[in-house]
């Protein structure tokens, strides 16, 4: 059997032995809890407590990309800022090894997914997030990707087309939308600092509880801009989005720089936050949870939402932002003619008669 195929049937018993031979002693009680990229399973042990085993997807992350991550967490937790971090092992390491699957143990945290945010928190996850970023600029993390335009933008899309992902009569409108977005995306990021951030920081990845919040699942940690973090925290971008976004970089401010041309980065971020789930979820598709979690995925349909919202996401873009960087330019400001639409624009399976 593969590393992937024992992955996906990952049976109870291997998951007690995988505690048993950490040092625990597990009751039998194993739950999984909801993670489409890992197996994540909440477990009681024989003095009643609870801890977390997190088995790590075959072929995704190296042992020391692995490593590098729970670097980032110890860290954060030696700052007292509010990470949910691996236990230590035997050995001192927090990375096991399990008939070739990597797992890592963790504390149990309580707490709730909050629906939507007050002012007040919005104001203390300023700070909070401003605090991870100081830490995250003290050291690298030469193992983790960076969040290039490569990475997210043209990597995503040579796997959609090498795997024929794309309806051939949406490749050329999707392929043109990526590049733009890469391209603007690069041109703004030019003087930007990258350092580590959380990477995924939206509101699922965090938890309110009896003793406040805690930031989870560092396991899309990488190098990037601290805006990154920022409109995943807050993404709204209507009127009551700004206004809480004011509020989150004034508290964020108090602990760290931050500049209003960073900003810019927003919208190419979304987009190519779009890139790159598409193709996580055709990466994954042989799955079996994938096709059950994802149906709609690779229908035209889907494919045309998705080639549709990325050229909205351009349009916004020129439509609010001012002051371009050399080198972009509005649609209009090109020079270039439209080209007229034809009959094999509009019916992928025209053929000229």
């Given amino acids: ?20 031979q950490s040092g625990f002693e597990p009751t039998g009680h194993c739950l999984a809890l909801n993670s489409y990229e890992n197996r994540v399973y909440d477990l009681r042990l024989e003095d009643g407590s609870h801890v977390v085993a997190k088995f790590y997807r075959p072929g995704r992350w190296s042992r020391q990309q692995i490593l590098e991550e729970h670097e980032f967490l110890l860290d954060l937790g030696n700052d007292e800022i509010p990470v949910c971090a691996p236990l230590p092992l035997p050995g001192g390491t927090t990375l096991e090894e399990i008939q070739g699957l990597l797992y890592a143990i963790w504390p149990r945290t309580g707490g709730r997914v909050p629906d939507e945010l007050s002012d007040e928190e919005v104001a203390m996850l300023g700070r909070l997030c401003a605090r991870i970023h100081n830490n995250g600029a003290a050291k690298p993390a030469p193992h983790r990707i960076s969040l290039t335009g490569d ?6 899309l040579a796997f959609l087309e ?68 920022l409109w995943m925290l807050v993404p709204a971008r209507d009127r009551e989005g700004l206004r ?8 964020y401010r108090q602990f760290r720089d931050f500049q209003y041309s960073w900003l810019h980065l927003i919208e190419p971020l979304r ?22 979690a994802f149906p709609h995925f690779g229908t035209v349909e889907y494919w045309e939402k998705e080639t549709e919202d990325l050229e909205e996401q351009l349009r916004y873009f020129y439509g609010h932002t001012e002051d371009l960087p050399e080198g972009v330019k509005k649609p209009e400001e090109s020079g270039e003619p439209e080209q007229e639409l034809t009959n094999r624009d509009f019916f992928w399976d025209w053929e000229e008669k």
């Fill in 271 to 292: 987009a190519l936050r779009y890139i790159r789930y598409a193709a996580w979820i055709a990466q994954r598709w042989e799955d079996p949870a994938f096709p059950a």
């Fill in 244 to 251: 809480q976004r004011e509020i989150f970089l004034e508290a």
């Fill in 151 to 156: 990475a997210y933008g043209l990597k995503p």
């Fill in 1 to 20: 059997m593969t590393k992937e195929n024992f992955f996906y049937n990952l049976t109870p018993d291997i998951i007690m032995k995988a505690l048993e």
């Fill in 162 to 229: 090498e795997g024929g992902f794309l309806p051939p009569h949406l490749r050329d409108r999707y392929r043109a939308a990526v590049l733009e977005i890469v391209e603007i995306y690069e041109a703004l990021r030019r003087d930007v600092p990258m350092h580590r951030i959380h990477g995924d920081c939206h509101l699922g990845n965090l938890l309110r509880g009896g003793q406040g919040w805690f930031f989870l699942d560092f396991d899309d940690f990488l190098s990037g801009p601290a805006v990154q973090d």
